[in-house]
């Protein structure tokens, strides 16, 4: 079953908050109403992305939201269940990406002419209904699986349509890192500072403009420190559990994480959500430490040399990253299998890797791990290959993928095709000009 994929949520939210349009029921799936604004704010939305006015097109949506209501009418027939939490946690999630993208929250309420708060009522339901058809798709299809063979057999049916496509090129890298220690002493001054904003706050100053000033997340600190509304697990552990012990206005005491020192103060709770603002200061490593983290690097790398340990073996034993338990391989987060494109690799190694063969180990080299701190680093491509047609032995993980989701949409049609012979659904137009249309009338 085709669907319109709509591209940018950020422009959907704009046509859904700017456009006005006069609204009428235009069809009833069970309990849910179709709006002619469901289908001209999408279509509209479509128009924007440059193309051309289409009737087919303006079928498939009416289709689609077709679809969609029937999901959400048996997903509350069946007591589907999305809470509260789950929903405001979303809303957080895309409002934080709006602000992200538009620089900070008095941006996005500017270009959306509205308050944060008025956009959470207005788009409250928006979310509600998408979590929910989420979760019905996933109960239909939760029984669902593919074997070898159904994978082989899909595989050949792509063959015979000529539909192989051309995998780009992936590296399989493995790593070994040390990072600098940082002195006691530089722990100790950062936090006195962090104990001494504490207690300024305590005697009257503001949270938001110590934050403002003096935070190294430079991010939050443009909006005085707060992160928004976020659930259980979205946070680093130790930030986590200081965040959802806070009461009232309460200011937490220092708290270490990978990132540095923080002191934390709770804005409010909603039951398993949380918005707090905070202020982190990174401690500075000393130009001794680098030069230690490297040496020793060097050693490692001079036992390589003489083959007295492999790459795998250094990594296990000498890495200070998490990746040492693998052997030093990473793990692309996208997919969580050890293969990357290029465009999924890290920036700080994308440019070094793509110019290494399989097989090559590099030379060391600092670089600036994702929590900002310095480090030295020695990569091994540990298997490349280069750009092909698809075949069942390089690419078995992406094809069984795509294997078993067409089965999971050949489930989801066949659910489709039962429910509406037995749901009651009404057209107030004929939509005469839409065959997509003709099994949804009875």
């Given at each position: 079953m085709k669907r319109i994929i709509i591209?940018?949520?950020?422009?959907?939210?704009?046509?859904?908050?700017?456009?006005?349009?006069?609204?009428?029921?235009?069809?009833v799936v069970g309990n849910e109403v179709v709006l002619s604004s469901d289908i001209e704010t999408q279509y509209l939305q479509y128009l924007s992305q440059g193309y051309?006015?289409?009737?087919?097109?303006?079928?498939?949506?009416?289709?689609?939201?077709?679809?969609?209501?029937?999901?959400?009418?048996?997903?509350?027939?069946?007591?589907?269940?999305?809470?509260?939490?789950?929903?405001?946690?979303?809303?957080?999630?895309?409002?934080?990406?709006?602000?992200?993208?538009?620089?900070?929250?008095?941006?996005?309420?500017?270009?959306?002419?509205?308050?944060?708060?008025?956009?959470?009522?207005?788009?409250?339901?928006?979310?509600?209904?998408q979590l929910l058809t989420q979760r019905m798709q996933s109960s239909i299809t939760s029984s669902v699986s593919i074997t070898p063979e159904e994978v082989k057999i899909f595989f050949q049916e792509m063959k015979e349509s000529s539909d192989i496509p051309v995998m780009p090129t992936t590296l399989e890298i493995s790593?070994?890192?040390?990072?600098?220690?940082?002195?006691?002493?530089?722990?100790?001054?950062?936090?006195k500072k962090l104990i001494s904003f504490r207690?300024?706050?305590?005697?009257?100053?503001?949270?938001?403009?110590?934050?403002?000033?003096?935070?190294?997340?430079?991010?939050?600190?443009?909006n005085g420190g707060e992160l928004g509304f976020v659930g259980r697990g979205a946070l680093v552990p130790e930030f986590e559990s200081a965040a959802f012990s806070l009461k009232g206005d309460q200011i937490s005491e220092v708290i270490e994480t990978q990132f540095g020192y923080h002191i934390i103060q709770l804005i409010e709770r909603r039951g398993e959500t949380v918005n707090v603002r905070h202020i982190l200061l990174k401690p500075k490593v000393s130009s001794a430490s680098l030069l230690e983290a490297k040496t020793q690097l060097e050693k490692v790398e001079n036992l390589m040399k003489s083959e007295e340990i492999t790459f795998e073996e250094a990594a296990r034993f000498h890495s200070d990253d998490v990746s040492k338990n693998n052997g030093g391989l990473l793990i692309n987060p996208q997919t969580g299998s050890s293969l990357f494109t290029v465009e999924e690799l890290p920036l700080n190694i994308r440019y070094s890797a793509d110019r290494m063969n399989e097989g090559d180990v590099s030379s060391i080299s600092q670089f600036v791990m994702d929590d900002g701190k310095k480090a030295y680093r020695i990569i091994k491509i540990t298997r490349k290959l280069k750009?092909?047609?698809?075949?069942?032995?390089?690419?078995?993980?992406?094809?069984?993928?795509?294997?078993?989701?067409?089965?999971?949409?050949?489930e989801i049609a066949e659910w489709v095709v039962e429910k509406i012979k037995i749901t009651y659904i009404r057209f107030d137009y004929d939509y005469n000009n839409c065959d997509v249309l003709k099994k949804w009338k009875k």
């Open positions: 591209s940018s949520i950020l422009s959907f939210f704009s046509f859904t908050s700017y456009t006005q349009i006069v609204d009428e029921i235009i069809a051309t006015d289409s009737e087919e097109v303006r079928c498939q949506i009416i289709e689609d939201v077709l679809y969609q209501k029937l999901l959400v009418h048996q997903a509350k027939l069946d007591s589907t269940d999305v809470s509260e939490d789950d929903v405001n946690q979303e809303l957080d999630s895309r409002l934080n990406s709006f602000i992200s993208q538009l620089g900070s929250e008095e941006a996005l309420e500017e270009y959306f002419k509205k308050s944060t708060s008025e956009l959470k009522i207005e788009f409250y339901e928006i979310i509600y209904n790593q070994i890192i040390k990072i600098p220690e940082i002195t006691l002493d530089e722990k100790s001054r950062i936090r207690d300024r706050i305590k005697n009257g100053e503001n949270f938001t403009v110590l934050a403002t000033l003096y935070s190294d997340d430079t991010e939050s600190a443009k750009e092909h047609s698809a075949n069942l032995i390089d690419d078995f993980s992406l094809i069984n993928d795509a294997a078993l989701n067409e089965k999971k949409q050949q």
